[in-house]
Each structure stands twice: as C-alpha cells, then as structure tokens.
Nanobody, 121 residues
Framework: QVQLVESGGGLVQPGGSLRLSCAAS????????MGWYRQAPGKQRELVAA???????NYEDSVKGRFTISRDYANNTVYLQMNSLQPEDTGVYYC???????????????WGQGTQVTVSS
C-alpha cells in the first residue's frame, strides 16, 4: 500500500501564500502522476493541479499563474506553492498519487487525508 502524508495548510489572509507538501511512502514500483485536488464546502472535489512522471503539468483555470506544482522524484514528494490566495481558494486540499505496486501491472489511485486551507481576513 501507499501512504500519503500532507502538510502545510492553514489560515492565511487574501493575497497571502501557502506551500503544501505531500510525501508518499510504501512499496512503490512506479509513481506516475501526482496532484492536488480541493473540495470547498457544498461542492464537489476538483482537480487543482497535477504533474506527470515526465514533468508535464496541468492546472485548473482559476489557479493558473498563481499556483505552481512541483515534484521531488527521488523522494516521491509533491508540492503546491499557492500565491495570491483568494477566499474562493478555501477548502480541503487532498493529495493524489497514481502508483504501480511491485508485481502489479495496473496503477492504483491513492489519497491523502486532506489539509484545510482557509483564506480569510
């Protein structure tokens, strides 16, 4: 199995910055895409940003130019640098990893426990 441990959430004023981290551990043969999703109160979980094994990235439209996703391949860690935060960025942020375990052919989907980000004055 794969465990994902997130850190870095908190309360920040509008215009501020936060950096989220997510470290994956366990018996991993290949780590494919890693990413961040968020869920605002009363809304569905949505993809915020993702980074593939080759380094290509994609972002949700509202965070383009403000958020940057990066990855430490050696340590199976993904980061999300969030700048110019706005109240609409508030929500629980979940780390996601798509990994192949040793002896398996198909990738599995793994989730972190979530970290709260609140943007408020």
């Amino acid at each position: 199995q794969v465990q994902l441990v997130e850190s870095g959430g908190g309360l920040v004023q509008p215009g501020g910055s936060l950096r989220l981290s997510c470290a994956a551990s366990g018996s991993i043969f290949s780590m494919n895409a890693m990413g961040w999703y968020r869920q605002a109160p009363g809304k569905q979980r949505e993809l915020v940003a993702a980074i593939r094994r080759g380094g290509s990235t994609n972002y949700e439209d509202s965070v383009k130019g403000r958020f940057t996703i990066s990855r430490d391949y050696a340590n199976n860690t993904v980061y999300l640098q969030m700048n110019s935060l706005q109240p609409e960025d508030t929500g629980v942020y979940y780390c996601n990893a798509k990994a192949i375990l040793p002896g398996r052919w198909l990738e599995n989907n793994y989730w972190g426990q979530g970290t709260q980000v609140t943007v408020s004055s």
